[in-house]
C-alpha cells in the first residue's frame, strides 16, 4: 500500500469509529426521549387514538386535555405547595447546613471531627428506616398534614450530605483571607456573613439547587404525611391523578407532562449548578 | 474569649444539632425500641414481645422475596447499569460533537421524579396500546404482547430497565466528573509508548478512575437496598409480592396495616444492612480513596 492509501483506510476507519459513536449515542439519546416526547404528544389525542396509535401524530389536536388541567384549581395548587415547599426547604438546608460547615471547615478545637462524624452519620442509611418512628413524632408535633411536616424532615434529612459539601468548599478559602479579616475586628460570625457566604454563593447555589431538586420530587414523606387534598404537592397529585382517571391515558399523560416543564425548564437553567452539587456531594462522601 | 468562640461553636451547631437529633437519629433509635412492641402506634405501648417480630419478618416468605427482588436489583444494577454508564461517560467524553447536548439529555431522567418516570413508564409497557406492546405487534404481527408487569416472571426485570433509564444518567455524569480529573499527560504518555487506543482505556484511564467506580458501586448498592418511589407508582409491590421490596413491605405493614412495632423491626433489619455495608465498604474498600 501506498502512504496514500494507507492514510485513506486509516482516515475511514476513524469514519467508521466516529459513525458507531454517533449511533450508539443516538440510540441511547432516543431511548431517554421517546418516552418523554410521545407522553407529551398522546397528550393531545383523544384516548382511542392513544391507544390505537400512540406513535403518531394526532390526527386532530385535542387540546382540551391540556386546558382542563390548566383551568383546573387542584394543578396550581398542587404547583404552589410543591413550589413553597421546595423554596423553604431548600433554604432551611442552605442555612442550617452552612452554619455546621463553617464550624467543622474553618474552626480547630478538640473533638471537632468526632462532631463532624456525628452529623455525617445519617448518610449511612436509607430515610425509610426512620420514617415510621419520625411519623409518630410529627404526629406527637401536630405536624402530620401541615407543609411543615414535610419541610422539616427534608430540611433534616438535607443536613448531613450537605455540610459536607459545604465543609469541602469552606475549606477552599485561602487562610490569609481569615487572619485579614479577624486583623480588622471581623468576629467568626462577621466573618461568616460577610466574607464566606458572599464568596461562596457558587457552592449556595449547588446545595440550594440540589435540595430543590430532591424536595420537588419527593414522594415517600408527602405521601405519609399528606392527607387532604388541598396540601398535596405534585407527585401526590399525580398519583391521585392517575387513580382517577386511570383509564384515560390522554388525560393522565396530559398531566404528566405538564408536570415536566417546570422541572425541564429548571434543569435546563441550573444544569450546572445542580452537577458542581451532585459531583461535591459524592466525590467528597 | 474563650467562652465567646465555645459560645460561636454551639450557636453554629445547634440549630441543625437539634433538628438533626430529633427527625433523623432519634427515630432511628426509636425505630430499634418499637420493634420490640406489638403496637398499633395508638395508646401506649405496652406489649413487649422481645424478638417476636424480628422472627416473624425473617421467617415471612414475602420478606424473603421482597430482600431477594432488592438484591436481585442490586446485582443487575451492578452488572448492566454501572457498565453503560461507564461506556456512555468514555462516549461522550471528547472528539464527539455535540457531547454537551448528550450529556445533557442522558442526565434528564435522574431530574424527574419517580413518580413521573413510573406514570410514563406504566403507559410505555400498557398491554394494550402501550408503545412496547405497538412495538412488539409491528414486529410479529398477530401476535398478543406480553404484559411485562402484570406477570409475576418478568416485573422485575421490567421494572429494573425502568430504573436504568432513570439511574444510568446519575452514574454518567460521576464518571464524566471522574474522567476530567484525569490529567491527559498520562494517556498521550501511554500513546506514545505505544498503546493502543483500547489499550490506554484498559491499562490507564479505567484504572485511574478507580475511585469513581468504587464510589458509584457504593451508591447504586444503598440506592438499591431502598428503593420504594418508582416501585409504588408501578407495581405496588405486585402481582403476587414479585416486585415487592423492603421499603413497600415496610410501607404496607408499618402504615396501611398500622403494625408500628413490626414495621420497625423490617426498619432496623434494614438498618443494619445499609448501615453494615457502608461501615464494611468504607473500610475495606473505600479507605484508600480518603485522604
Known sequence: MTTRQVQASAASRRGMVAAAKYAVAISFALLVLIPLLAAAINGFKSNVEVLLRPFSLPTSWHWENYGGIVRSASFWRQLGNSTMVMLAASFGVVVLSSMPAFVFARMNFRGRELLFNFFTLGLLFPAAVAILPLYITLRQANLVDSLWGVILPQVAFGLPGNILILRGFFATIPRELEEAAAIDGCSPTGFFVRVLLPLMRPALAAVAVLTMVLSWNDFFLPLLVLNSEKLYTLPLGIMQFQGQFGTDWARVLAFVSLSLIPTIGFYLVAERQLIAGLTAGAVKG | ?291
Not at chain 2, 433538628?19 to 430499634?32: E, F, N, R, T
Not at chain 2, 421524579?113 to 405487534?137: A, E, H, K, M
Not at chain 2, 414486529?139 to 406480553?146: D, E, L, N
Not at chain 2, 461501615?279 to 473505600?286: F, K, P, S
Open chain 2, 1 to 291: 474569649m474563650l467562652w465567646s468562640r465555645v459560645a460561636t461553636i454551639a450557636g453554629f451547631l445547634m440549630p441543625a444539632a437539634l433538628l438533626y437529633i430529633g427527625l433523623v437519629l432519634l427515630p432511628v433509635i426509636q425505630a430499634v425500641y418499637y420493634s420490640f412492641f406489638r403496637w398499633n402506634g395508638l395508646g401506649p405501648l405496652q406489649s413487649f414481645i422481645g424478638t417476636a417480630n424480628y422472627a416473624r419478618v425473617l421467617g415471612d416468605k414475602v420478606f424473603r422475596g421482597a430482600l431477594a427482588h432488592n438484591l436481585t436489583i442490586l446485582v443487575l444494577s451492578l452488572i448492566i447499569q454501572l457498565p453503560i454508564a461507564l461506556g456512555l461517560a468514555l462516549l461522550v467524553r471528547h472528539n464527539l460533537r455535540g457531547r454537551a447536548v448528550f450529556r445533557t439529555i442522558f442526565f434528564l431522567p435522574y431530574v424527574l421524579s419517580q413518580v413521573v418516570t413510573g406514570v410514563i413508564w406504566n403507559f410505555v409497557y400498557l398491554p394494550q396500546g402501550g408503545l412496547i406492546s405497538r412495538l412488539y405487534q409491528a414486529i410479529v404481527p398477530g401476535a398478543t404482547p406480553p404484559a411485562f408487569l402484570a406477570h409475576p416472571n418478568t416485573v422485575l426485570a421490567a421494572l429494573f430497565v425502568v430504573i436504568t433509564w432513570k439511574f444510568f444518567g446519575f452514574h454518567m455524569m460521576l464518571y464524566t466528573a471522574g474522567l476530567q480529573n484525569i490529567p491527559a499527560e498520562l494517556e498521550e504518555a501511554a500513546q506514545i509508548d505505544g498503546c493502543g487506543r483500547l489499550q490506554t482505556l484498559r491499562y490507564i484511564t479505567v484504572p485511574l478512575l478507580g475511585s469513581t467506580v468504587r464510589l458509584t458501586i457504593y451508591l447504586s448498592v444503598l440506592g438499591s437496598l431502598q428503593f420504594f418511589d418508582l416501585i409504588w407508582i408501578m407495581t405496588t409491590g405486585g402481582p403476587v409480592n414479585a416486585s415487592e421490596t423492603m421499603a413497600t413491605y415496610l410501607y404496607k405493614f408499618g402504615f396501611l396495616r398500622f403494625q408500628l412495632g413490626y414495621g420497625s423491626a423490617v426498619a432496623v433489619i434494614m438498618f443494619v444492612l445499609c448501615f453494615g455495608f457502608s461501615l464494611i465498604y468504607q473500610r475495606l474498600v473505600m479507605r484508600r480513596d480518603f485522604e
